[in-house]
T-cell receptor, first 114, second 111 residues
Framework: DAGVIQSPRHEVTEMGQEVTLRCKPISGHDYLFWYRQTMMRGLELLIYFNNNVPIDDSGMPEDRFSAKMPNASFSTLKIQPSEPRDSAVYFC????????????FGDGTRLSIL | DAKTTQPNSMESNEEEPVHLPCNHSTISGTDYIHWYRQLPSQGPEYVIHGLTSNVNNRMASLAIAEDRKSSTLILHRATLRDAAVYYCIRRHGAGSYQLTFGKGTKLSVIP
């Protein structure tokens, strides 16, 4: 079975540019999560969705970040405008509904803002 | 915030058992203990979780202390592929889907 698929795997862009990260969750999963990982702050939850509806976006760092889930099989995380401090690995994860269910992570997008 | 305490790093010889400790002294009655691991250049991977009693699966065993203030992840026979950062996470049972990752324990496996 296909796991969580993220694209692109690597992104290098210049400061000020718009960046769009994409995620396809595991089919049938009700929850989708976006995380960011840096050396300084570790893994942080940015936002999560249930049935395509954002539930908690308290981890989104600022208004430059936005996330959408237009349907059950696709989500985007957008940064506009991007800044060097946004450089990190961004992970998407999905899970089934019951609370104890594990989260399944993608391999991440390594983002470098020059 | 869901706090756990783990050693920064541990070493194990290949094919020997590994016991990874975790302290969660302020745990509440409905909090689950989840373990994830992260191999280099990959996303975190679920390992095991439990509430009160010990748990086993194909990857590992989880031993939870009777007072639930600590737990131990047991890898019965370490392989080189088990070299990873292991995260112990206290997950609130009362409706929160959030996983709060700490710094974890970096496990090195020596051939």
């Amino acid at each position: 079975d296909a796991g969580v698929i993220q694209s692109p795997r690597h992104e290098v862009t210049e400061m000020g540019q718009e960046v769009t990260l994409r995620c396809k969750p595991i089919s049938g999963h009700d929850y989708l999560f976006w995380y960011r990982q840096t050396m300084m702050r570790g893994l942080e939850l940015l936002i999560y969705f249930n049935n395509n509806v954002p539930i908690d976006d308290s981890g989104m760092p600022e208004d430059r970040f936005s996330a959408k889930m237009p349907n059950a099989s696709f989500s985007t995380l957008k940064i506009q405008p991007s800044e060097p401090r946004d450089s990190a690995v961004y992970f998407c994860a999905s899970s089934l509904a019951p609370l104890g269910q594990p989260q399944h992570f993608g391999d991440g997008t390594r983002l470098s803002i020059l | 915030d869901a706090k756990t305490t783990q050693p920064n790093s541990m070493e194990s010889n290949e094919e020997e058992p590994v016991h990874l400790p975790c302290n969660h002294s302020t745990i509440s009655g409905t909090d689950y203990i989840h373990w994830y691991r992260q191999l280099p250049s990959q996303g975190p991977e679920y390992v095991i979780h439990g509430l009160t009693s010990n748990v086993n699966n194909r990857m590992a065993s989880l031993a939870i202390a009777e007072d639930r203030k600590s737990s131990t992840l047991i890898l019965h026979r370490a392989t080189l592929r088990d070299a990873a950062v292991y995260y112990c996470i206290r997950r609130h049972g009362a409706g929160s889907y959030q996983l709060t990752f700490g710094k974890g324990t970096k496990l090195s496996v020596i051939p």
